[in-house]
């Protein structure tokens, strides 16, 4: 069914939102910051920054994702810390995983493949995203231990769709919560165990 507050201009407005991407690069810096002041967890040395150049595919041009390496000689353990921006090693940004899918529920087929060819995500890929929410993501431990907090209860058929109604993402600053919540499960081992 196609909800006039879950249509695709919104979905679009986001995806073309500068203000946005750099209110998410600001969380990300954040994100970071808290981690560098933990110190590392193994040996609990201090952090410095380690960036590494990460470029998505479609939507916003950032360049770089964020990380910290221990300056521990012997240690040197690299900490990438969660993200709102970047899921695992998805080539295309989590906002775009995340709405684009979600629109797979929200929006007529025709309309999905126009919104999928204009941000260069093939088929196949949109395809794997959608199993990937509706199977992988409804049963992880993450997902298990998450669900609680949403009530009532949400419809797992229609996931992410039904998790953007529920966060409310019309609006940036709900959008922006709906990525914190993903964020544990966006640095790279966090992402390998989810996948497995
Ligand atoms: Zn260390």
């Known amino acids: 069914m196609v909800s006039k507050h879950f249509g695709e201009s919104w979905c679009q407005n986001h995806l073309a939102d500068q203000e946005l991407f750099q209110l998410l690069e ?8 808290e981690a560098r002041s933990k110190g590392c967890l193994l040996c609990g040395g201090k952090l410095h920054r380690s960036d590494y150049e990460r470029k998505p ?14 300056a521990q000689e012997g240690c040197r353990r690299r900490h990438t ?16 995983v995340a709405l ?13 493949k126009l919104l999928r060819e204009a941000l260069g995500i093939d088929r196949r890929t949109l395809e794997r995203w959608r199993q990937w929410w509706l199977v992988t993501f409804v049963e992880s431990s993450f997902w298990r231990e998450a669900r609680a907090r949403f009530m009532p209860p ?4 229609t996931m992410p769709l039904s998790l953007c109604e529920s966060f409310e993402v019309q609006r940036h600053d709900r959008l922006l919560d709906l990525l914190k919540f993903l964020a544990p499960i966006t640095p790279p081992a966090a992402w390998k165990a989810l996948v497995m």
Do not use: N
């Open 26 to 33: 600001k969380a990300d810096a954040d994100l970071t910051e």
């Open 57 to 70: 595919r479609g939507g916003p041009q950032w360049e770089l994702r964020f990380s910290l390496c221990c």
């Open 81 to 96: 810390p969660p993200s709102v921006r970047f899921m695992g090693r998805r080539v295309y940004a989590g906002l775009v």
């Open 100 to 112: 684009v899918s979600a629109m797979i529920h929200g929006l007529k087929p025709e309309r999905v």
């Open 154 to 157: 949400l419809c797992l058929k």
